[in-house]
């Protein structure tokens, strides 16, 4: 059976967590760390490999919601 992520449920805003800037849930990895990361070059799957704690689902979901959101991410 398949497991359904909401995936809105993988990027939050805590203020107590890097500023309240958007995350990965339950990381204080910002979305903006992966996307400086992406314009650099990395793939997706070289952000994972470079942070292993991170899943794939993970690192789309930030860039989603980068892109979904401007530069506010």
Do not use: F, K, W
């Not at 497991?3 to 809105?8: A, E, F, K, R």
């Not at 942070?51 to 506010?72: F, K, R």
């Amino acid at each position: 059976m398949v497991t359904i992520v909401d995936i809105g449920t993988l990027i939050v805003s805590t203020p107590q967590v890097a500023g309240g800037r958007p995350c990965i849930a339950g990381t204080r990895m910002t979305v903006q760390n992966l996307v400086m990361d992406s314009q650099a070059g990395l793939s997706p799957q070289d952000i994972v490999t470079e942070y292993p704690h991170l899943s794939l689902a993970q690192v789309y979901a930030a860039l989603a919601y980068y892109y979904a959101n401007g530069s506010n991410g």
